[in-house]
């Protein structure tokens, strides 16, 4: 049974930073491309980062520069390093994965949410400024 289990968000003000983990489990192939997403009330669901199985990471135009996305060696956790958080990065973030390599568009990852068949239940990140 694939699990994605979410931790590490909370309230900072803004220019801090915090750091999302996201506990994966149930996966039995080599190949799965993961994601961070997020959704601000009101608002639709967004790809922010993405990471493939050989590596391959895209960032949402919003956050580039500011969020790295990472994996441990096990590929059992990803984690999402944000720094310089302003008050537009608050929303409630979910980790996703696919079960399969990334779809590209051109050597991008694509972030659709139909992409992407397993998602964790969420974390919530404030940012006060």
């Known amino acids: 049974q694939v699990q994605l289990v979410e931790s590490g968000g909370g309230s900072v003000q803004a220019g801090g930073s915090l750091r999302l983990s996201c506990a994966a489990s149930g996966f039995t192939g080599s190949s799965n491309c993961m994601a961070w997403f997020r959704q601000a009330p009101g608002k639709q669901r967004v790809g922010v980062a993405g990471?493939?199985?050989?590596?391959?990471?895209t960032y949402a135009d919003a956050v580039k520069g500011r969020f790295t996305i990472s994996q441990d060696s096990a590929k059992n956790t990803l984690f999402l390093q944000m720094n310089s958080l302003s008050s537009e990065d608050t929303a409630m973030y979910y980790c996703?994965?696919?079960?399969?390599?990334?779809?590209?568009?051109?050597?991008?990852?694509?972030?659709?949410?139909?992409?992407?068949?397993?998602w964790g239940q969420g974390t919530q990140v404030t940012v006060s400024s």
């Open positions: 996703a994965a696919s079960g399969e390599r990334c779809r590209y568009y051109s050597d991008q990852i694509r972030f659709g949410v139909w992409l992407f068949g397993y």
């Open positions: 990471v493939d199985s050989d590596g391959t990471t």
